[in-house]
T-cell receptor, first 116, second 115 residues
């Protein structure tokens, strides 16, 4: 049963600490997205990758957030230093984009981050 | 800049009746549109999609309508069931440029179906 796996599922950390969220996309998918769920913005796109190369990270606060794909089986989202306003649910999704852009993305269960 | 907008935060419907969820978009470069459903403590799951070359797509109780001239799409659920109660997200995909394949979501609409 292919699925996107995110770890950890829950994270509580103190303000100023570094937070790393991990995502294992579905094997064979070439596109990975990172989203943050907020009440006002809904699912806010932070960054996305195609074939491990970053295509757009304009939604991400550059001074504290970073996203990488060290290899095809792992995507990471890092916050350093974390702040209380970063508290949210972070979702990773993966999809297969071939000749056309039309693809459904499959989501992980999310990482619920609380910064105190 | 919210390019995909769901202006109704919530919708309440009686079981058996029709649910209509609406979505507006601003960017004419969007080529493909999707609806996702999300239950609490779970990730969103794909529900139904429509290409910009079509104006309707149907899958069982779910139908998506696209009005390109108005930059508007809607999801119809008939008949609505209590198990349909969830958050529904509208999403759109870019067709070209450096943002090819970029998947952009709206704010979501909470649907509650009462027995």
């Amino acid at each position: 049963d292919a699925r996107v796996t995110q770890t950890p599922r829950h994270k509580v950390t103190e303000m100023g600490q570094e937070v790393t969220m991990r995502c294992q996309p579905i094997l064979g998918h070439n596109t990975v997205f990172w989203y943050r769920q907020t009440m006002m913005q809904g699912l806010e796109l932070l960054a996305y990758f195609r074939n491990r190369a970053p295509l757009d990270d304009s939604g991400m606060p550059k001074d504290r957030f970073s996203a990488e794909m060290p290899d095809a089986t792992l995507a990471t989202l890092k916050i350093q230093p974390s702040e209380p306003r970063d508290s949210a649910v972070y979702f990773c999704a993966s999809g297969l984009v071939l000749q056309g852009p039309n693809t459904e993305a499959f989501f992980g269960q999310g990482t619920r981050l609380t910064v105190v | 800049d919210q390019q995909v907008k769901q202006n109704s935060p919530s919708l309440s419907v009686q079981e058996g009746r029709i649910s209509i969820l609406n979505c507006d978009y601003t960017n004419s470069m969007f080529d493909y549109f999707l609806w996702y459903k999300k239950y609490p403590a779970e990730g969103p799951t794909f529900l139904i999609s429509i290409s910009s070359i079509k104006d309707k797509n149907e899958d069982g109780r779910f139908t998506v309508f696209l009005n390109k001239s108005a930059k508007h799409l809607s999801l119809h659920i008939v008949p609505s069931q209590p198990g349909d109660s969830a958050v529904y997200f509208c999403a759109a995909i870019y067709a070209g440029g450096t943002s090819y394949g970029k998947l952009t979501f709206g704010q979501g609409t909470i649907l509650t179906v009462h027995p």
